[in-house]
């Protein structure tokens, strides 16, 4: 999708709301002179039904025609268009006829002083009227999946400032880690553990660990993360929480199993000198030829995770022998077979595993 830039036509896209509607209003508070009341109107197009669509695109135009009354700036915001994806409503020739002949009207140019923001969860680019659109808009989209660390940690240090409210980095990557990709919920969860610790200011580990829940799409995460800290207790606890809450014992095990070969890397790393640690600092060293070649053609080339998760997994591969880690993969393939093979539940099976691989072991730092 091409996109122009610095148009007074601007069309932001994603299923990441909360980052769309953020973005659409940095722009308008940028361009608002005045009167933001006289100078901004909002259009609806969270619509269904064919005959609302049309008549919000016939607002749209007749907004974008009318100049303000005490100001030359004039923003019109076509907000949440849903029939710009492929919708039943979007499938009518009307509806289709009506986005066409908008922009149109766009190509022809704004009135100066005129900005038009349409958001959206998608469009479909098949269609003319999309084709034509981003060619002369500019356009970003927010996908949910986009794991932006730069940019989610700078919301959250926004609520904190806002709340008067501290955490450390590390703690910081870790609550965005724990939270997934939902940036809505990072926001929420964020003001949740500053209304929590208030009137203190500062948030420890602690105060994430009570008050942030685990969601499905974190829940691999925060079983790893017990691991990696040879936490038994913690494993063994948030285990029962994700067992409560339906998740699947073949996808925990899988989740496990790839942890270890993850620490099983860094080991090695941190043992033939390629990765050196410095408290929380790490860096990678030169590599034999051979050994860079394999490294660049894993699934995530463990040089360029990002530095909290590459932290993470260090300091766990710091806990754990070679020989320790060795184990446990053996034990995680022996209860897999199990699980298949015997009339154990499973569940139990998971449980036995963790207390087998963390419950004996001296967590010597050295290989």
């Known amino acids: 999708m091409t996109a122009k830039e610095d148009t007074p036509i601007t069309l932001l896209l994603g299923d990441d709301e909360y980052l769309v509607n953020r973005h659409a209003r940095e722009i308008a508070e940028k361009r608002l002179t005045a009167d933001a009341a006289a100078e901004l109107e909002t259009i609806d197009g969270l619509v269904t039904s064919v005959s609302d669509a049309e008549a919000s695109i016939r607002r749209c135009k007749s907004a974008l025609q009318s100049p303000g009354l005490f100001s030359s700036a004039r923003i ?6 849903a029939f710009l994806a492929d919708t039943r409503a979007a499938q009518s020739t009307t ?3 009506a986005l066409v002949d908008l922009v149109a009207f766009l190509e022809k ?4 002083g005129f900005t038009m923001l349409i958001t959206a969860e998608s469009i479909d680019k098949r269609r ?17 999946g986009n794991k932006d660390t ?3 940690t700078t919301i959250v240090r926004d609520i904190l400032a ?6 450390p980095d590390s703690l910081l990557h870790s609550l965005c880690e724990k939270v997934g990709t939902d940036t809505r919920r990072l926001v929420m969860e964020t003001e949740k553990l500053c209304l929590y610790v208030l009137p203190e200011t500062r948030i420890d580990a602690q105060a994430i660990e009570t008050i942030v829940s685990t969601t499905t799409e974190t829940a691999f995460y925060e079983l790893a993360n ?5 936490d038994l207790p913690g494993a063994v606890r948030t285990l029962h929480e994700l067992l409560f809450q339906k998740h699947s014992v073949m996808g925990l095990i899988a989740h496990l199993e790839n942890t270890i070969r993850d620490l099983l890397l860094f080991r090695e790393a941190l043992d033939q000198g390629w990765l050196q640690q410095r408290g929380r600092q790490l860096a990678w060293q030169s590599v034999p030829p051979e050994i860079d070649q394999a490294l660049a053609a894993l699934d995530r080339d463990p040089r360029k995770l990002p530095p909290f998760i590459a932290g993470r997994l260090a300091e766990g591969a ?10 446990c993969l053996r034990q995680i393939v022996a209860a897999h077979e199990k699980m298949v093979s015997s009339r154990v539940p499973p569940e139990l099976i998971l449980e036995i595993l963790l207390v087998r691989m963390l419950g004996k072991a001296k967590r010597t730092p050295k290989g």
């Open 76 to 81: 019109v915001w076509f907000k949440d268009v």
């Open 128 to 144: 003319a009227f999309a084709k034509s659109l981003t060619k002369i808009a500019t356009v970003r989209e927010f996908k949910r």
């Open 150 to 152: 730069a940019e989610r």
């Open 318 to 327: 710091a806990r754990f022998t070679r020989k320790r880690l060795d184990h």
């Open 226 to 230: 017990r691991f990696c800290a040879f």
């Open 162 to 167: 806002q709340y008067g409210c501290e955490m």
């Open 95 to 97: 509806v289709q006829e």
């Open 109 to 112: 140019g704004l009135p100066d």
